[in-house]
Each structure stands twice: as structure tokens, then as C-alpha cells.
């Protein structure tokens, strides 16, 4: 079908219907039909559907929902296919779902299967996101997950968390830093 059609009939359908088809479907078929044309062809399929209707789809299936069928995917398939998405559809996206919805996906998945898809995102693609994303929008990711939740994710990262905040760099980890301190989720 392509890219480029398969965004055309999502389209058509809307992300209402999308998104309660793909809840009809389950996590684990959801994630059989993105396994099966590749990671560069759903990351093409998701561009071409666009930041806003993703954004909108997602929000009828829930956090939860992403979470399971992201699990079927597998950190390895999840985190190549984010990287070749891209740092500015994903960082639209992320700030259209917002933080909350973030974390409870993050936190559906857990730390360990963040840290592997971060690792096969790439330092250099994951320092794109964060930063598109911007420090207020993490800071709140941050303060969503809380301090067990980051702690694990950073001891299961090891290294690639000192390479990811060295990449990133000292003037957004510091705008990060006054940011998470002061959001109240609640």
C-alpha cells in the first residue's frame, strides 16, 4: 500500500475510528501490522499522517494502550523506528500528547524497556528529541515519572546516560533542572 496511501485512508477514516479500530484489533495484532512493512515505512507512514492526527489517534487508544503494543514491538523495533521518524515529528508529537500521557506510557513499558529503546534510538537522534521536545516539556516528563522511575531508567542507561546528558549539555540540563523542581503535576 505505501506510506503515502496507508496515511491517505487513516486520514480518511479519522483518528476517532483509527484509534477505536486499532483498540478492537489488541496491542499485540496493532503491533504484528507495524512489524510487518518495516520500521522506515511506519516512521514514512507516521510523517505522512502528521504530528496532529498521531497525537489525536493515540489519545482515543490511551497511554496504556501504546505502552502494550510498543512492548510487542520491542525496544529494538520502537526505538530505530522513533529515530527515523525523526526529531521534529517526534518532538511534536510529545508536545501534543504532553507530559502526562508521556509518562504513563514510559511507565507501562518501564524503565528497562525505555533504556533499550533509547539505546537503539542512538545518543545522537535522542539529543535531537530532548531538544525539540524542549526542557519544559521534559522537566514535566520528569517530574511525572518521579524520582524510582528516573533513577532506574538512568542506572539501566549506565554510560549512554552520561554520553545523552553530555550530548545534550549543561544549559538544558540546567533549564531542565528549575523546571522539574518547581511543575506540580497535581
Excluded at 532506574?152 to 522539574?180: I, R, T, W, Y
Amino acid at each position: 500500500m505505501g506510506p503515502a496511501n496507508g496515511a491517505a485512508m487513516f486520514k480518511m477514516l479519522g483518528p476517532q475510528f483509527s484509534g477505536e479500530l486499532l483498540l478492537q484489533l489488541g496491542a499485540r495484532f496493532s503491533a504484528q501490522m507495524l512489524e510487518a512493512p518495516g520500521h522506515l515505512a511506519v516512521a514514512a507512514l507516521m510523517r505522512e499522517m502528521g504530528p496532529p492526527f498521531s497525537a489525536a489517534m493515540f489519545r482515543v487508544t490511551g497511554p496504556e494502550f501504546m505502552g502494550n503494543m510498543f512492548e510487542h514491538l520491542g525496544p529494538q523495533y520502537a526505538g530505530v523506528m522513533l529515530a527515523a521518524a525523526g526529531a521534529d515529528f517526534g518532538s511534536s508529537l510529545f508536545k501534543l500528547l504532553g507530559a502526562d500521557f508521556l509518562a504513563r506510557f514510559m511507565q507501562t513499558t518501564g524503565p528497562h524497556y525505555q533504556a533499550a529503546m533509547l539505546r537503539a534510538m542512538g545518543v545522537d537522534p535522542a539529543t535531537e528529541l530532548f531538544q525539540a521536545a524542549g526542557a519544559p516539556l521534559m522537566a514535566g516528563l520528569l517530574q511525572a515519572l518521579g524520582p524510582e522511575f528516573n533513577a532506574v531508567l538512568v542506572g539501566a542507561l549506565g554510560k549512554g546516560a552520561l554520553l545523552l546528558g553530555l550530548d545534550l549539555g549543561a544549559g538544558f540540563l540546567a533549564e531542565v533542572a528549575p523546571n522539574s523542581s518547581s511543575h506540580k503535576p497535581w
